[in-house]
């Protein structure tokens, strides 16, 4: 289980938690997201609350982002756990043109290529 003690320092205590949970993304959502962006963005427990949230998978708004922009922040670091996975692999002497390399990549299902491309291009 998540530890959740940074919250009793949690600058959003005194707030409205309608702010933090907005129906929608445009209009008044849009704006009650920003001012919880405004809250979070002078809580002293942001990084403790973000990462929570990463793990949790909460909707609305922690440690200043929405959840867009975490599921983000997800498949970016999926990108860069597989980007220094690959180099690792280098390192050990098992390089990508090896044939017991080309013979894994050949055999992978379709789908991984799929989330690769789609986590660099969210990379970039
Ligand atoms: S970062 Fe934002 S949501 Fe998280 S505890 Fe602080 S004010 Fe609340």
Redesign the pocket.
């Known amino acids: 289980m998540l530890s959740m003690e940074w919250?009793e320092k949690?600058?959003?205590t005194e707030e409205d938690p309608e702010l933090?949970f907005p129906v929608g993304t445009a209009g008044p959502a849009a704006r009650d997201t920003a001012a919880a962006k405004e809250?979070?963005a002078q809580?002293e427990?942001?990084v403790q609350?973000l990462a929570w949230a990463l793990k949790a998978g909460e909707s609305g708004?922690?440690?200043?982002t929405c959840a867009e922009e975490r599921a983000d922040l997800r498949r970016k670091a999926q990108w860069s756990h597989a980007v220094r996975s690959a180099r690792s692999a280098r390192s050990d002497g098992s390089s990508p043109s090896s044939r017991s390399d080309r013979s894994s990549r050949s055999s992978r299902p379709d789908r991984s290529s799929r989330s690769a491309r789609s986590a660099r291009s969210a990379a970039t």
């Open positions: 919250l949690a600058a959003c933090f809250v979070c809580c427990v942001r609350c708004v922690w440690g200043g």
